[in-house]
């Protein structure tokens, strides 16, 4: 199984950003992924999550209405689009995927709790 997050870079505050996740070796369409970040110096926080179950999403306070998680299963593909970028956003940002539906390990920030991990991808935001 692998995990790719993509699609970090430098961008100003207030700028965009479109993360992708990218799985290969598992069905894709069983799986919940979440997005998690981590800030220097902290611990990983869960801030979005795609339930195929029941085509359910979960967002992070610090995320609601800024950042849109959407997925297409024919691509094996989750994405992360972030809008409305803050200096706050800066981490490394990976996605992980759960056979456990609910986004329960997401909404607990376990990252660890997840089944599997890709590596992540850095976003820096700065101006």
């Known amino acids: 199984v692998q995990l790719q997050a993509s699609g970090g870079g430098l961008v100003q505050p207030g700028g965009s950003l479109r993360l992708s996740c990218t799985g290969s070796?598992?069905?894709?369409?069983?799986?919940?992924i979440g997005w998690f970040r981590q800030a220097p110096g902290k611990e990983h926080e869960g801030i979005s999550c795609?339930?195929?179950?029941?085509?359910?999403?979960y967002y992070a306070d610090s995320v609601q209405g800024r950042f849109t998680i959407s997925r297409d299963n024919a691509k094996n593909t989750v994405y992360l689009q972030m809008n409305n970028l803050e200096p706050e956003d800066t981490a490394v940002y990976y996605c992980?995927?759960?056979?456990?539906?609910?986004?329960?390990?997401?909404?607990?920030?376990?990252?660890?709790?997840?089944?599997?991990w890709g590596k992540g991808t850095q976003v820096t935001v700065s101006s």
């Open positions: 070796g598992l069905n894709f369409d069983k799986y919940v």
């Open positions: 992980a995927a759960d056979t456990l539906p609910g986004c329960i390990a997401t909404k607990t920030h376990d990252y660890y709790g997840m089944d599997f």
């Open positions: 795609s339930d195929p179950s029941d085509g359910g999403t």
